[in-house]
Nanobody
């Protein structure tokens, strides 16, 4: 069974950093673009970035460009999201998703939830002093 598991969330102080992991089980993540999204209570889901198959052209919305970094380690079947300078507004449920409808599609990834069809369960990030 193909599934994604997001992990690494927790409680962090403002200004701190965190690295979230998105690990694939039951399939190889090498062939798919992966996106990261977050949703805070009472707010709409927003994309924070994505990474293409080759891992060399991550894309970020303007709001995430300076503090968010996405990378992938195909040997570990995992994509990472690193967030630095955490702010209270970063508190949310962070989810990863893969575009399994387009295997081995070598193009720039898109930070739009409709592009992704396999979703992980999410990992909670809390920011508090």
């Amino acid at each position: 069974q193909m599934r994604l598991v997001a992990s690494g969330g927790g409680s962090v102080q403002p200004g701190g950093s965190l690295r979230l992991s998105c690990t694939a089980y039951g399939f190889s993540l090498d062939y798919y673009a992966v996106g990261w999204f977050r949703q805070a209570p009472g707010k709409e889901q927003e994309g924070v970035g994505c990474i293409n198959i080759e891992g060399d052209r991550p894309q970020y919305p303007a709001s995430a460009r300076n503090r968010f970094t996405i990378s992938r380690d195909n040997a570990r079947n995992t994509v990472y999201l690193e967030v630095s300078g955490l702010e209270r507004g970063d508190a949310a449920l962070y989810s990863c998703a893969a575009d399994t409808s387009s295997p081995n599609l070598r193009r720039q990834c898109v930070v739009r939830s409709q592009e992704y069809d396999l979703w992980g369960q999410g990992t909670q990030v809390t920011v508090s002093a």
